[in-house]
Protein backbone atom coordinates (compact mmCIF):
# COMPACT_ATOMS: atom_id res chain seq x y z
CA UNK A 1 0.00 0.00 0.00
CA UNK A 2 1.07 3.62 -0.55
CA UNK A 3 1.41 6.29 2.03
CA UNK A 4 -1.85 8.30 2.79
CA UNK A 5 -1.12 11.80 3.73
CA UNK A 6 -3.53 13.84 5.66
CA UNK A 7 -4.15 17.39 6.99
CA UNK A 8 -5.71 18.41 10.09
CA UNK A 9 -8.48 21.29 9.33
CA UNK A 10 -9.90 23.02 12.83
CA UNK A 11 -13.14 23.92 11.76
CA UNK A 12 -14.23 24.02 8.49
CA UNK A 13 -18.11 24.52 6.51
CA UNK A 14 -17.73 20.68 6.73
CA UNK A 15 -17.78 19.79 9.69
CA UNK A 16 -20.17 20.83 12.61
CA UNK A 17 -19.19 23.48 14.82
CA UNK A 18 -16.56 23.00 16.96
CA UNK A 19 -15.35 20.25 15.54
CA UNK A 20 -12.21 18.37 13.61
CA UNK A 21 -12.55 17.76 9.76
CA UNK A 22 -9.94 15.52 8.30
CA UNK A 23 -9.43 16.71 4.53
CA UNK A 24 -7.70 13.74 2.45
CA UNK A 25 -5.13 15.46 0.22
CA UNK A 26 -2.92 13.34 -1.30
CA UNK A 27 -3.36 9.08 -2.08
CA UNK A 28 -0.55 7.28 -3.54
CA UNK A 29 -0.51 3.85 -4.37
CA UNK A 30 -4.04 3.52 -3.64
CA UNK A 31 -5.17 1.91 -6.35
CA UNK A 32 -7.11 -1.33 -5.56
CA UNK A 33 -9.06 0.02 -1.90
CA UNK A 34 -12.17 0.17 -1.55
CA UNK A 35 -13.63 3.45 -0.05
CA UNK A 36 -14.16 1.46 2.87
CA UNK A 37 -10.56 0.87 3.66
CA UNK A 38 -9.30 3.91 2.46
CA UNK A 39 -11.60 5.41 5.39
CA UNK A 40 -9.87 2.79 7.58
CA UNK A 41 -6.48 4.17 6.80
CA UNK A 42 -7.53 7.71 7.10
CA UNK A 43 -9.22 7.34 10.95
CA UNK A 44 -6.43 4.87 12.26
CA UNK A 45 -3.80 7.63 10.87
CA UNK A 46 -5.40 10.18 13.49
CA UNK A 47 -6.46 7.76 16.13
CA UNK A 48 -2.52 7.29 15.98
CA UNK A 49 -1.49 10.87 16.36
CA UNK A 50 -4.31 11.22 18.92
CA UNK A 51 -2.86 8.71 20.57
CA UNK A 52 0.38 9.90 20.64
CA UNK A 53 -0.91 12.94 22.28
CA UNK A 54 -2.80 11.34 25.15
CA UNK A 55 0.79 9.31 26.04
CA UNK A 56 2.35 12.72 25.82
CA UNK A 57 -0.32 14.15 28.21
CA UNK A 58 -0.07 11.07 31.04
CA UNK A 59 3.82 11.52 31.19
CA UNK A 60 3.46 15.25 31.90
CA UNK A 61 0.91 14.30 34.68
CA UNK A 62 3.51 12.02 35.94
CA UNK A 63 5.87 14.06 36.25
CA UNK A 64 3.64 16.64 37.75
CA UNK A 65 2.84 14.11 40.22
CA UNK A 66 6.15 13.35 41.59
CA UNK A 67 6.68 17.17 41.48
CA UNK A 68 3.81 17.55 44.17
CA UNK A 69 5.37 14.76 45.79
CA UNK A 70 8.66 16.90 46.15
CA UNK A 71 6.97 19.94 47.19
CA UNK A 72 5.06 18.51 49.43
CA UNK A 73 7.44 16.60 51.35
CA UNK A 74 9.72 19.45 51.26
CA UNK A 75 6.40 21.51 53.38
CA UNK A 76 5.87 18.60 55.83
CA UNK A 77 9.43 18.98 56.83
CA UNK A 78 9.52 22.63 57.28
CA UNK A 79 6.45 22.12 59.39
CA UNK A 80 8.31 19.64 61.36
CA UNK A 81 10.59 21.83 62.52
CA UNK A 82 13.43 21.71 59.75
CA UNK A 83 14.86 24.82 57.95
CA UNK A 84 16.44 26.38 55.11
CA UNK A 85 20.21 25.02 55.59
CA UNK A 86 19.05 21.53 56.63
CA UNK A 87 19.25 18.91 53.73
CA UNK A 88 16.03 18.48 51.50
CA UNK A 89 14.76 14.62 51.59
CA UNK A 90 12.96 14.48 48.63
CA UNK A 91 11.09 11.23 47.50
CA UNK A 92 13.15 8.44 44.88
CA UNK A 93 10.02 9.02 42.38
CA UNK A 94 11.27 12.42 41.83
CA UNK A 95 13.64 12.92 39.07
CA UNK A 96 15.24 15.92 40.26
CA UNK A 97 18.70 17.06 38.62
CA UNK A 98 21.40 15.22 40.01
CA UNK A 99 23.13 18.16 41.14
CA UNK A 100 20.27 18.78 43.12
CA UNK A 101 20.70 15.67 44.84
CA UNK A 102 21.24 15.73 48.64
CA UNK A 103 20.96 19.44 48.13
CA UNK A 104 19.43 21.86 50.80
CA UNK A 105 15.74 22.66 51.59
CA UNK A 106 16.27 26.60 50.33
CA UNK A 107 18.46 25.07 47.24
CA UNK A 108 15.46 22.50 46.39
CA UNK A 109 13.08 25.61 46.57
CA UNK A 110 15.39 28.07 44.77
CA UNK A 111 16.28 25.56 41.76
CA UNK A 112 13.74 22.85 41.12
CA UNK A 113 10.05 25.18 42.59
CA UNK A 114 11.72 28.46 41.57
CA UNK A 115 11.13 30.33 43.82
CA UNK A 116 13.04 33.35 45.61
CA UNK A 117 13.33 33.45 49.50
CA UNK A 118 12.56 36.69 50.98
CA UNK A 119 14.15 36.35 54.97
CA UNK A 120 16.08 33.49 55.80
CA UNK A 121 16.17 33.94 59.55
CA UNK A 122 14.28 31.29 61.32
CA UNK A 123 11.67 32.34 62.42
CA UNK A 124 7.77 31.98 62.51
CA UNK A 125 7.41 34.96 59.71
CA UNK A 126 9.45 33.75 57.59
CA UNK A 127 8.94 29.92 58.03
CA UNK A 128 5.09 30.73 56.99
CA UNK A 129 6.26 32.67 54.47
CA UNK A 130 8.27 29.67 52.97
CA UNK A 131 5.29 27.32 53.34
CA UNK A 132 2.87 30.11 51.97
CA UNK A 133 5.28 30.40 49.00
CA UNK A 134 5.71 26.14 48.72
CA UNK A 135 1.79 26.12 48.91
CA UNK A 136 1.16 28.54 46.18
CA UNK A 137 3.58 26.89 44.07
CA UNK A 138 1.80 23.39 44.73
CA UNK A 139 -1.71 25.24 43.88
CA UNK A 140 -0.59 25.91 40.64
CA UNK A 141 1.20 22.80 39.77
CA UNK A 142 -1.93 21.22 41.01
CA UNK A 143 -4.42 23.16 38.66
CA UNK A 144 -2.12 22.33 35.31
CA UNK A 145 -2.53 18.83 36.19
CA UNK A 146 -6.02 19.41 36.78
CA UNK A 147 -6.38 21.07 33.16
CA UNK A 148 -4.14 17.64 31.50
CA UNK A 149 -6.80 15.66 32.57
CA UNK A 150 -9.04 17.26 31.18
CA UNK A 151 -6.77 17.08 28.30
CA UNK A 152 -6.41 14.02 28.30
CA UNK A 153 -10.40 13.08 28.66
CA UNK A 154 -10.89 14.95 25.91
CA UNK A 155 -7.95 13.62 23.48
CA UNK A 156 -9.49 9.99 24.84
CA UNK A 157 -12.73 10.60 23.62
CA UNK A 158 -11.97 11.89 20.53
CA UNK A 159 -9.97 8.96 20.10
CA UNK A 160 -12.66 6.29 20.43
CA UNK A 161 -15.22 8.62 17.96
CA UNK A 162 -12.91 8.40 15.50
CA UNK A 163 -12.64 4.51 15.66
CA UNK A 164 -16.20 3.75 16.34
CA UNK A 165 -16.52 6.22 13.11
CA UNK A 166 -13.98 4.25 11.02
CA UNK A 167 -16.18 0.74 12.42
CA UNK A 168 -19.36 2.33 11.63
CA UNK A 169 -18.24 3.36 7.75
CA UNK A 170 -15.91 0.35 6.85
CA UNK A 171 -19.19 -2.23 8.19
CA UNK A 172 -21.41 -0.01 6.00
CA UNK A 173 -19.48 0.13 3.06
CA UNK A 174 -18.88 -3.93 3.18
CA UNK A 175 -22.21 -4.25 3.61
CA UNK A 176 -22.88 -2.71 0.59
CA UNK A 177 -20.03 -3.86 -1.40
CA UNK A 178 -19.07 -0.37 -2.49
CA UNK A 179 -14.99 -0.48 -3.96
CA UNK A 180 -14.23 2.78 -5.14
CA UNK A 181 -11.66 0.86 -8.11
CA UNK A 182 -15.00 -0.74 -9.55
CA UNK A 183 -16.77 2.52 -9.53
CA UNK A 184 -14.23 4.85 -10.41
Same mark, same amino acid.
Given at each position: ?????????? /? +?????????????????????????????????? !???????? $??? !???????????? #???????????????????? &??? &????? =?? $?? !??? *???????????? /??????????? =?? $?? @???? *? %???? +?? %?????? &??? #??????????? /???? +??? @??? =?? +? %????? /??? *??
Amino acid at each position: MGSIEIQQIG /T +SRYAPEGANAVCLYAVDGAEGLTLAQLVAAVCIH !RCAHLEAR $AVA !RMNKMTVNTTFL #EAMSSVCAQLLNGKWLDDVA &DIP &DSYEM =RA $AA !RGC *KIKEFIQTECGL /TIGGTDENYTN =RM $AV @IGQL *K %SRMD +SV %STASQE &DVI #ELQSLVNWRDT /TYNM +SST @IVA =RY +S %SCGMN /TAE *KL
